[in-house]
């Protein structure tokens, strides 16, 4: 079944400490990845998309994320996490054809301690 | 306005009773998009417009549910007989283009409307 995986449902990290979080996929093909932050009561922004080329694809903020065909991953990264990092971050997919909608995981809610 | 705007922000129904929730998308924006986003879990798909045509509804959850987009710019997401499953975040997003995928057109979120339902 196409599903978009994120199996870490919260993650805790020290102020300055390094983060990844991880996203898998199961689609037909390798479709559009997307990584987005929704802060409480603010809309999806998104942090950064791959479609093509190279796999490590830089964002805003600092993120990055890196694709990995052979893994079907997609994982979210960051050097030094700062506390207004805190939010929840979904990993989402676009399929090449069909649907024009996005597809999303469930989630990763990040806790970022002093 | 500088991005999408949603209203109500907040919305508590009876069970039974109707609800309208609006979306403005960003100015000249020719997709729309709604989701529903239950707790804890990540937005779902509902339905899709291109300008005023609604092109895709199939993950509206039932027929209590309907949307439209008139005049091809504001959309209104109705849901009849609200039910308490209904309760969740119901997101709007734009995109600029029409005629490309997904991934080739950046979706811009509305802070969403959360509905209770009691």
């Known amino acids: 079944a196409q599903s978009v995986t994120q199996p870490d449902i919260h993650i805790t990290v020290s102020e300055g400490a390094s983060l990844e979080l991880r996203c898998n996929y199961s689609?037909?093909?390798?479709?559009?990845l997307f990584w987005y932050v929704q802060s409480p009561g603010q809309g999806l922004q998104l942090l950064l998309k791959?479609?093509?080329?190279?796999?490590l694809v830089q964002g805003i903020k600092g993120f990055e994320a890196e694709f990995k065909r052979s893994q079907s991953s997609f994982n979210l990264r960051k050097p030094s996490v700062h506390w207004s990092d805190a939010a929840e971050y979904f990993c989402?997919?676009?399929?090449?054809?069909?649907?024009?909608?996005?597809?999303f995981g469930t989630g990763t809610r990040l806790t970022v301690i002093p | 306005g500088a991005g999408v705007s949603q209203s109500p922000r907040y919305k508590v129904a009876k069970r039974g009773q109707d609800v309208a929730l609006r979306c403005d998308p960003i100015s000249g924006h020719v997709s729309l998009f709604w989701y529903q986003q239950a707790l804890g879990q990540g937005p779902e798909f509902l339905t899709y417009f291109q300008n005023e045509a609604q092109l895709d509804k199939s993950g509206l959850p039932s027929d209590r549910f309907f949307a439209e987009r008139p005049e091809g710019s504001v959309s209104t997401l109705k849901i009849q007989r609200t039910q308490q499953e209904d309760s969740a975040v119901y997101l709007c997003?734009?995109?600029?283009?029409?005629?490309?995928?997904?991934?080739?057109?950046?979706?811009?979120f509305g802070p969403g409307t959360r509905l209770t339902v009691l």
């Open positions: 997003a734009s995109s600029l283009n029409m005629r490309v995928r997904a991934g080739d057109n950046e979706q811009f």
């Open positions: 689609y037909g093909a390798t479709p559009y």
């Open positions: 791959y479609f093509s080329g190279d796999t």
């Open positions: 989402a997919v676009g399929l090449l054809t069909g649907a024009n909608n996005l597809f």
